[in-house]
Each structure stands twice: as structure tokens, then as C-alpha cells.
């Protein structure tokens, strides 16, 4: 039971930082191809830390997912579906850093949540 929850964590890291990784692409899509490039830039250099702390927390986090699986979508969508993969590590099995992450996270979706980034 334990090596499961363990296992569901890892992959629930692993999850979030792809998810993570394709949103801060399309935010520096935007810095690129929008008229408010400061505020792509912002949302972009917030979820590159959250994505690189998930990745220090799981140094294997970009090998072990197939990014094709991962769902479509907005910046934000990408955001908030990482943040549910976050929200379903097993209570107790959370990796240390992963506050961090989380502090990271949340900065992302503050600055992904009110604006209708793609």
C-alpha cells in the first residue's frame, strides 16, 4: 500500500509539471504574439517556478509522463489542472518542497486566473 501511494504521488508530480511545462510554453507564446507582453511575461516566470521547484521536488518529473496524454487547452486551464494534480497526492505522502510549489503555484494562478490567456 504504501509503494502505491508513493507511486500516486510521484505520478501526480510528474503530471503537474507536464501540465506545467505546456502552460508556461503558451504563456511565452503569448509574451511573443500579444499586446500586454509584461503581463504574459509575469504569468510565464510564475509557473516556470513552480514547474522547475516540482522538478526539484521529483528530478524525474519530465521523463516519466507522456505529453501526449496530457490535456488540451488554456494557460490557465493548464494551471488549474495542475494544481488538482497537486491536490490529489495522497495526505501524508506530500514530498518535502512541495509547499514551496505550491506558494509558486499559487502566484501562477493569480496571474493566469483573471486574465483570458490561451
Not at 501526480?12 to 510554453?25: F, I, M, Q, V, Y
Not at 488540451?72 to 491536490?87: F, N, S, T
Request: with cysteine; glycine share 10%; proline share 5%.
Amino acid at each position: 500500500m504504501q509503494t502505491s501511494m508513493n507511486d500516486e504521488a510521484e505520478q501526480g508530480l510528474a503530471r503537474a509539471w507536464a501540465l506545467l511545462d505546456r502552460a508556461e510554453h503558451l504563456a511565452r507564446q503569448g509574451v511573443r504574439d500579444e499586446t500586454g507582453p509584461s503581463l504574459w511575461l509575469l504569468a510565464a516566470n510564475s509557473i516556470l517556478r513552480a514547474r522547475d521547484t516540482l522538478e526539484a521536488i521529483h528530478p524525474g518529473a519530465p521523463h516519466t509522463i507522456c505529453v501526449d496524454a496530457l490535456p488540451g487547452g488554456k494557460c490557465r486551464d493548464l494551471v488549474g489542472a495542475a494544481v488538482e494534480q497537486l491536490a490529489s497526492i495522497p495526505q501524508g505522502h506530500e514530498p518535502a518542497g512541495l509547499s514551496l510549489a505550491l506558494v509558486h503555484l499559487a502566484e501562477a494562478e493569480h496571474e493566469v486566473g483573471g486574465r483570458l490567456f490561451s
